[in-house]
């Protein structure tokens, strides 16, 4: 029994640790941003402003990957899942370091809601893995689904006007459909529609805020 307690106390140390180094952007570098070495664009102050509030989106999107990979893998119904789920995690770090300095480099600031996103989608990512590997799966290609699209939407915003946004959007693009298609080869399994509905609803959510504070 206490040897018990000691592990879910582990555990959400762990999890602590995780939440907050992505929350304070404590996170390793490790492939360089793409466009960091295109010239900066001179954009004017409201399309500075539109350019921040989308970097701002797609930052908070990045938090919610890291909070869904998380919860799924701390419990994950076997250790070879949860490696995946882990190395996920790894990569999409990749894309909040990349949004996080191309905000710092518009002068923009993360979403104050980030730390309610990070909660809402760590236990939708608990509740995901609760369901089976399949299941944990689906969710994994219905959020990459959905920020493909979104993705796809602020790159034709964005356009050629802002090379240097533009160049990291696209990246993150091709990795987000890559990480789909290895979630599907997984075993994923197709989520029912009233749950990418929900799914859908949560996300325009995050947007609204997201691009405003
Ligand atoms: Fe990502
Ligand atoms: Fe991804």
Not at 132 to 157: A, C, K, W
Not at 163 to 179: F, G, N, P, T, Y
């Amino acid at each position: 029994m206490r040897k018990q307690a000691h592990h879910w106390l582990d555990v959400l140390m762990i999890e602590l640790d995780r939440g907050l180094k992505t929350l304070t952007h404590k996170s390793n570098h490790l492939v360089p941003r793409p466009g960091k070495n295109e010239p900066e664009t001179e954009l004017s102050e409201a399309r500075k402003q539109h350019t921040i509030g989308l970097m701002r989106i797609n930052h908070t999107g990045e938090v919610c990957a890291q909070a869904l990979y998380n919860g799924q893998a701390m419990l994950a119904k076997n250790s070879t899942t949860r490696d995946h789920l882990l190395q996920a995690a790894s990569e999409e770090q990749d894309h909040l370091n990349w949004c996080q300095v191309r905000l710092d480099e518009l002068g923009g600031k993360p979403s104050i809601s980030n730390p309610f996103w990070y909660l809402h989608s760590f236990i939708l990512g608990a509740i995901a893995a609760k369901f089976g590997d399949p299941v944990s799966y689906g969710f994994v290609m219905e959020t990459e689904r959905q920020v493909e699209n979104h993705l796809q939407e602020h790159i034709e915003d964005i356009g050629d006007s802002d090379v240097r946004s533009l160049k990291i959007l696209k990246q993150m693009q091709a990795d987000e459909i890559r990480h789909g298609s290895h979630a599907q080869a997984a075993g994923g399994l197709e989520l029912p529609k009233p749950v990418k509905n929900i799914m859908t609803v949560m996300s325009q959510l995050m947007k609204l805020i997201s691009y405003r504070i």
